[in-house]
DNA sequence: TACGGGAGTAGAACGGTGTTCGTTTCTGCT
DNA sequence: AGCAGAAACGAACACCGTTCTACTCCCGTA
């Protein structure tokens, strides 16, 4: 029996490496056989230059010159296509040998890699949050910030506790910064954009609402980068530690 | 002229409290005419029944015995429906007076109740992340936490970035929530749902994943709302406060 | 009192989505 | 050479959000 796809997709989440799937079919004729790299390939190139939304099963058949219905001999469904996506992005994230002399920016480090490649491709944080935590490749990068941590002599518990919320984060903020940015992309309404009208917005709003009136500075300055940094590093502090570890 | 569903989107953000519509139409021979509130509560009740995923224009409309074309007279679109639920489930969360003494359990509260509302209908944090943060409803409940926050002594410019952290984790937080849940309700695959099969699972892991493993028990324990005050309370014990408060 | 305009309702349809069915086409092996 | 079987594909299904257009009924005005 060949593997399916469904036996591939229930491997991803064991151990063992896959098999390099010999070639057959009439894909001699093709200029490019239609594999799961492939797919996997062009479906990122989509995403970069259209962003997630963009990507459908048609559109993503149409750029590998064939019908919607050939990408499900190699994918399961979009789901499916969504596990390899989040697969292949967390296999790029390079993880540091632990130092537990450098621990915070280690941490810091991975997590600004890691909210580099969601940015890269707008709007797959989407699929990131529905992916299943079991997927081998998440679970290597959890496993190297779960390291990290540890290094820092951080109780067991608390570790492993802070890593999901860490990656947790990283997703919410990736994906918030993704629809804010097609948002204000698509400028069809009359919409908040800039800065300043933000701080006219909240200027002019009831007296209800006196500390956000007050502060509206304050809520409206920074850069994304500048809050993603700020909220990591709140988290991160607020760690308590049992080692000796700076 | 007439306030058309446009007008009335661009009306909820800005000050000012709506008028109550007069009824027109041949809506007396229904038993029911359709309102935005009458849509807004049978979307409610679909998502309590069935989930945020089967909320479709052509599900509630038969829900309301119409057709779908009949809710656009009410609502701009279905973006603008989400953003109408969103508004009433912040609408309902009730906001305590900022006591300087138990400013941290305040936050907690606010917070949790907003993931019990979120957690209540499920899947709609979707619909919150993707909300535009100018409704006013929502600013009510930033407004509310910003008092508290403040009250507790916490500088300004600290106290304005933690609200936004701290919004956009409980919103993350529910949004994994229920889709975990719902991958467990439709239990398709021999999916991962028990504990214990975490655990088999993370044992069973090759020896590039020397802390998952030995830790499995750590990275498996606790039910999510234990996760859930664990990250909430790291991120408040980790601001900074100037003040006096506890 | 008669009437016309307009708001609310609704059926049908458009373009799009993910997915499946049945068939065709080609390969590597016997 | 012939065949089993895997890959590719065109067409179709069910569903989605949304729009077009016609229709119905109420109300203010003449």
Redesign the pocket.
Same mark, same amino acid.
């Given at each position: @029996? $060949?593997p399916t796809p469904q036996e591939r997709r229930a491997a991803r989440h064991q151990a063992g490496p896959d098999k390099p799937a010999v %070639? *057959? #079919?009439? $894909? #001699? #004729? *093709?200029k490019k =056989?239609?594999t799961v790299d492939a797919i996997v390939s062009t479906a990122f190139a989509i995403i970069e230059a259209e962003g997630y939304e963009a990507l +459908? @099963? *048609? %559109?993503l058949a149409v750029a590998l010159e +064939? #019908? =919607? $219905? $050939?990408l499900?001999?190699?994918v399961v469904?979009?789901?499916d296509l969504d596990e390899l996506l989040i697969g292949r992005l967390c296999a790029e994230i390079e993880l540091p040998e632990p130092d537990p002399s450098r621990w915070r920016e280690q941490l810091v480090g991975v997590c600004t890699r890691l909210r580099d490649q969601y940015l890269r491709y707008p709007g797959i944080s989407r699929a990131a949050l529905a992916a299943a935590p079991s997927n081998l490749d998440t679970l290597r990068v959890s496993e190297g910030l779960l390291a990290i941590v540890l290094a820092g002599g951080v109780e067991p518990q608390v570790a492993a506790w802070a890593v999901d919320s860490l990656t947790l984060y990283v997703n919410a903020h990736t994906l918030e910064v993704s629809v804010a940015n097609s948002r204000l992309r698509r400028a069809d309404d009359g919409w908040v954009v800039s800065r300043d009208d933000m701080l006219r917005r909240f200027a002019a709003l009831p007296e209800t609402f006196p500390h956000t009136r007050r502060y509206a500075a304050q809520l409206t300055a920074g850069t994304t980068a500048d809050r993603f940094h700020f909220t990591i590093n709140l988290m991160i502090d607020g760690l308590p530690r049992t080692g000796q570890a700076t």
């Open positions: @029996m $060949s %070639r *057959r #079919g009439p $894909s #001699g #004729g *093709r =056989p239609i +459908t @099963m *048609r %559109r +064939t #019908g =919607p $219905s $050939s499900y001999a190699h469904n979009k789901e």
